[in-house]
């Protein structure tokens, strides 16, 4: 089965590929003429996955979905959150968004923190939401080069190793993003029996 997923994040998209497994078919904004960057300008997680499904939705009539992730830090009151991707800058630094992270967490005792992902899936025009979550904590350095983005400062509930010193299986399976995705397929599943 085909279906497009409205991200230009070539780690998200393998990330997703992965847990999806072979039955399924992502097919990108890009491979479908969308080339602009999707608009993301809601205040929620649940909001801009809204948006950005619905806004590829318009434009090719195909079934879609799009995800939104964002992490929350307790000490911080929830941020960064949805701001997680320009948290330090107007673009999708990462390396900026670790180093302000970092500082703003210094001499903090609370280090809990989840990453939380909202999936919106647009099917025959009706929208359906997906939610995970995963708990755990903000460590004072960076460890690990997999994945992207926060990886590198965030230890799992149950694990001394940070997201980014894990593979990417490993990630999969305990992650925000695969436990929404698998919540995703379960539905597919059943709705194409
Ligand atoms: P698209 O909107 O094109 O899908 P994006 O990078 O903007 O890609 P999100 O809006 O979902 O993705 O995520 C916002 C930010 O949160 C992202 O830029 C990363 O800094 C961070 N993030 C998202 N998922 C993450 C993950 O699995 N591990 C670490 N950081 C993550």
Not at 40 to 56: F, H, P, S, V
Not at 96 to 104: D, M, P, T, V, Y
Not at 123 to 133: D, N, Q, V, W, Y
């Amino acid at each position: 089965m085909k279906i497009i997923f409205a991200t230009n994040n070539a780690h998200k998209l393998s990330e997703v590929q992965a847990v999806l497994g072979e039955g399924f078919e992502l097919v990108t904004p890009r491979q479908c003429g969308v080339e602009e960057e999707i608009p993301e300008t809601a205040d929620t997680l649940e909001g801009n996955a809204r948006q950005k499904a619905r806004y590829l939705y318009e434009r090719t009539g195909l079934d879609c979905f799009a995800d939104d992730t964002g992490l929350e830090v307790e000490a911080l009151g929830g941020a960064p959150g949805v701001h997680s991707a320009r948290y330090a800058t107007d673009g999708h630094d990462f390396a900026a968004n670790n180093r302000l992270l970092l500082k703003n967490m210094e001499g903090v005792a609370n280090r809990r923190a989840r990453f939380r992902t909202a999936i919106c899936l647009i099917e025959g025009g009706e929208e359906h939401l997906f939610e995970g979550i995963v708990e755990g904590h903000i460590i004072d350095h960076e460890a690990g080069s997999e994945g992207f983005g926060y990886d590198p400062l965030f230890t799992p509930e149950g694990f001394e190793r940070t997201f980014a010193e894990m593979s990417a299986e490993e990630k999969n399976d305990i992650s925000h993003r695969g436990r929404a995705v698998r919540r995703l397929v379960a539905y597919l599943q059943e709705r194409n029996k």
